[in-house]
């Protein structure tokens, strides 16, 4: 069960599916599957372990490891090279139903998949790790996780399905993020955002020792934004495809075609019945200032409206800066407010922050997105005793045309 001893076996396992003389289910259990189960501690001529074609309902499952109860706490099912697939993942399920059997594998002696058998949802929902032998050059990250997930000593502690549960609630956590992906590049594209424009510029000088100016930026992404013609932003996806540049790759096509049909049901970007052109969103369009307590200020970056708000309120309520950096948790890496002798100043993070016009004793944190300078901007004006909306107006092209 020692460390070397379970990836020495990963390791000969590899070996013998490049060989190409692996090429049945009994021999991927002879050489693969059943060496790396002994080195997790299970022992195959124990029948009080280890059983195989451990019968079921409805077949007989290839592996089944056993508690001290005589109960199976993982069954195993093993398929030859290459052949894993939802068919064969409804089959293991199947075979599980209704057992109380925690924790699955489906096997190829490649390909791993570990599933927790009475999570929510179709089998492959349910997959909470997938291990690769021929993908790893080093079997350090596979072997910590077989050994989590499978060594006998964890599987009858019970810390192997209480590890399988944190880890499948990771991936579900991914899957959600990993869905947003699409929608929010487009976003940050049409904005254009100000963190993806300040990161554009800083890499365009790391690259070639000169810095574009702020407007290039923008103008570049806005055209990155802008590769969907005119007749395919009013929904016709049948032309958008026809148009569409070469490169894109399936996936970027498929994003695009979603929101143009999104926005041909965009109730706000649809003429009116009588032809007129459509009222503007309110807090839409291009930003053009801001107005504080009745005085409007044209300032036409996030970045120094921020500034400049944080600016204002300290003169209208003196202390406002001081009861900002004191929010700040301890050992906070990025502080919202800081002072000039603070020493994340004399780090890399300083770029992060800015001087307040007015109080050059004080830098604030303004690597922000556009809708998070907004948030940030109302927590401190209401913290000043304000009113956000009323008080404090940031303003837009759309909003004052």
């Known amino acids: 069960m020692s460390s070397s001893g379970l990836e020495d076996a990963l390791a000969k396992a590899r070996d013998a599916l490049a060989s190409g003389l692996v090429v049945s289910e009994a021999a991927v259990q002879a050489s693969v599957v059943r060496p790396i189960l002994r080195e997790l501690g299970w022992d195959d001529a124990d029948p009080r372990q280890w059983q195989m074609e451990y019968p079921v309902d409805n077949g007989r499952v290839d592996e089944a490891l056993i508690g001290p109860l005589g109960k199976p706490l993982v ?3 093993v398929k030859r090279p ?19 059997v925690p924790l699955l594998v489906l096997t190829d002696g490649d390909t791993w998949d570990l599933y927790l058998s009475m999570a929510e949802g179709e089998p492959v929902e349910r997959r909470f790790t997938r291990c690769k032998l021929t993908e790893s050059s080093e ?3 596979v072997a910590r996780d077989l050994r989590t997930f499978l060594e006998r000593s964890e599987v009858l502690s019970g810390a192997a399905r209480k590890a399988a549960e ?20 487009e976003e940050l594209l049409r904005g254009p955002d100000e963190i993806l424009r300040d990161l554009l510029i800083e ?5 070639v020792g000169s810095r574009p100016g702020t407007r290039d930026a923008e103008e570049f992404l806005r055209m990155l934004a802008a590769i969907v013609p005119v007749t395919a932003q009013q929904g016709d996806v049948a032309k958008w495809l026809q148009a569409a540049p070469a490169n894109l790759t399936s ?10 049909k999104q926005s041909a049901g965009h109730t706000p970007g649809k003429p009116s019945p009588d032809g007129a052109p459509p009222k503007p969103t309110p807090g839409s369009g291009k930003l053009s200032g801001i107005r504080i307590r009745g005085r409007e200020h044209e300032v036409l970056e996030f970045v120094r409206v921020h500034l400049l708000l944080a600016s204002e309120l300290e003169s209208w309520n003196g202390g406002l800066l001081n009861e900002l950096a004191a929010r700040a948790k301890p050992g ?8 000039a002798s603070d020493p994340v100043l004399q780090t890399d993070r300083s770029k992060y922050y800015r001087q307040i016009p007015q109080y050059p004793e004080w830098y604030l944190h303004v690597h922000w997105s556009a809708k998070d300078h907004q948030r940030l901007m ?5 913290l000043a005793g304000l009113s956000w909306g009323s008080d404090v107006v940031v303003l837009f092209a759309a909003d004052i045309a």
């Open 75 to 77: 069954f195993v099912e």
């Open 82 to 100: 290459g052949v894993l697939s939802p068919k064969a993942e409804d089959q293991l399920f199947r075979y599980a139903n209704n057992k109380g």
């Open 139 to 141: 079997f350090c990250g």
């Open 166 to 185: 944190a880890r499948l609630e990771q991936v579900k956590h991914r899957e959600i993020g990993k869905g947003g992906l699409d929608s929010a590049w």
């Open 203 to 207: 890499r365009v000088e790391e690259n």
């Open 251 to 260: 996936g970027m096509k498929a994003t695009v075609t979603r929101w143009l």
């Open 332 to 339: 906070m890496k990025n502080p919202r407010a800081v002072r």
């Open 378 to 382: 109302r927590e401190m004006t209401e």
